[in-house]
C-alpha cells in the first residue's frame, strides 16, 4: 500500500503556520512611519526618501543610493548611468526576469542573451565571453534566486574587455559573495524593493554605485528635482539641470521610503533566521536522489541574502527519468503548495526580443540599431531554454522551527524515495513550464 499523499497516504505536512511563509512581516513601527507620512501631508517630498538612501548607502557600504519609484527604473537608471546608448550591447542571462534588461532598448541598445548554469542558475562567464562584440557595453549580473553570481570571473572579463558590470540585486539584497556585499563589486546595482522580494517595501527601487559620475547620470534621467547645482559636478550635464534627460521621472513614494527605513532596521536579524531555516531544510535533504540544493557554501564568505523564492536542482535521471511535473504534483499532495516546477521562462524565445518592432523602424526593435543580426547568438542557449525542466520550488521558510522544517523536507524525500510508483502515469513535462513575469508564491496576490 502506497504512503504518497497522492495516492491517498497521510500528507507529510501537517502543521499549518502562517508565520512560516508569511512575508514581508509589517508591525505597528511600519503602521506608524506611514501614518506619519500620510499625515504630514506631504507624500510627494524626498527628505524621507534621501533619510532611506543615506541609511541603505551606509547599511551596503556604498557612496550613493538613489531611490526610484520601482526596480525596473533603478536599473534603467544603471544602465544610463554607466553610459549604455545607441547601437550598444549589454548581455544579460536569459533566464532573469525581463527588467534585468529589456529597459536598454529604450536607450537605442540591445540585449545579447548569455546561458545560466546548471548549479547556481547564474549567467554562465564562459558564454559571455562567446557574446562579447565590439559593441559590447556592460554585463549584467543577476544574482538570480538569490544565488550570488560567479563576481570574480564576471570582473575579471569586464576589466580585460573594458565593460561595466551593472548587478541586478532584485533578489539578493544583503547577501554576500567572498565576503563583500552584493550589489558593491560591479560599477552599479538596481534593486527591486517590490513587495514579493525579499527587502520588501511596497513598490520601489534603488540604484547604489561607488562612481559619482553613475550617480548624477542616474539623477539627471530621472529626478529633476534633484538635478542641481548642488548635486552635479559633471560639466557635461551641467546645462541640462532643472530637466530630466530622459524625460521620465522616477521618485520613490514616500511612503514606501518609510517603510523601507524600518524594514531595515530588522532586515539582516530577519534574513539570518530565514537562512537558518532554509539551511537546515536543505541538509535534511542532503543525499536524496534527484534532489539537490540551489545555495552556496557559506564557508567562503557568500550568502544566499533572504533566500529570496527559493528552488531546488531536479535530476531526473536519478528518479528513473520521472518529470519534473509529476514529481511537483506529488509532492504538492504532501502539502507544500510551492513545489510549482520551473521559474522565468528564457527571455530569448519570447516575440519580443525577436519580431516585435516597438518603435517604428521598420526592424525588430532588438537589432534596430545593430550592424548584424544579433539574434543568431540566441543558438545553444541549451540550459536556459530547459530551465523549466530542471528545478522545482521549495517553500520560503521565515522561521527556524525545526519540527515543522522537518515535515517539509519529508514531503520531498518521501516523494524522491518512492518515486518509481510514480513513473506509471506519468504524463511528462508540458512543452513550456514556467512563465514571463514570475512562478507562484505562497501569496496568491503577488503579481
Ligand atoms: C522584480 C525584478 C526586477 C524589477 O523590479 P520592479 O520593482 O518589479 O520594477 C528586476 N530584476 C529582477 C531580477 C526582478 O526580479
New binding site residues.
Partial sequence: MSQLAIFGGEKAVKTVNEDMLKWPIITKEDEAAVLDVLRTANMSGTDITKKFEREFADWIGVKYALG????????LGAMFGVGVKKGDEIICPSV?????CLQAMTLGATVVFANVKKDTLCIDPDDIEKKITPRTKAIVA?H?LAHPCDMDRIMEIAKKHNLKVIE?L??AQGGYYKGKRLGTIGDAA?????T??SFAIG???MLITNDRTVYERAIALGSYERFTAENITDEELKPYMGLPLGGYKFRMHQMSSAVGRVQLKYYDERCAEIRKAMNYFWDLLEGVPGIRPHRVDESTGSTMAGF?APHGIYVSEELGGLSVTRFCEAVRAEGVLDCTPGC?SALHTHALFQTADVYGDGVPTRIANSPEDIRKLDDNLEPAEKIGTMIYGVPWLKKFIPSEIEEYANAYKKVAENYKELLEGDPGNPPRIGGWH?FKHTKKDD?
Fill in positions: 526610484f519609484n520601482n526596480g525596473t527604473a533603478s536599473l532573469t526576469y525581463w527588467a534585468s543577476v538570480y541586478d532584485s533578489h538596481g534593486i527591486s524593493m517590490m514579493g522580494k513598490e520601489g527601487g529570496y522565468n514570475f503579481k
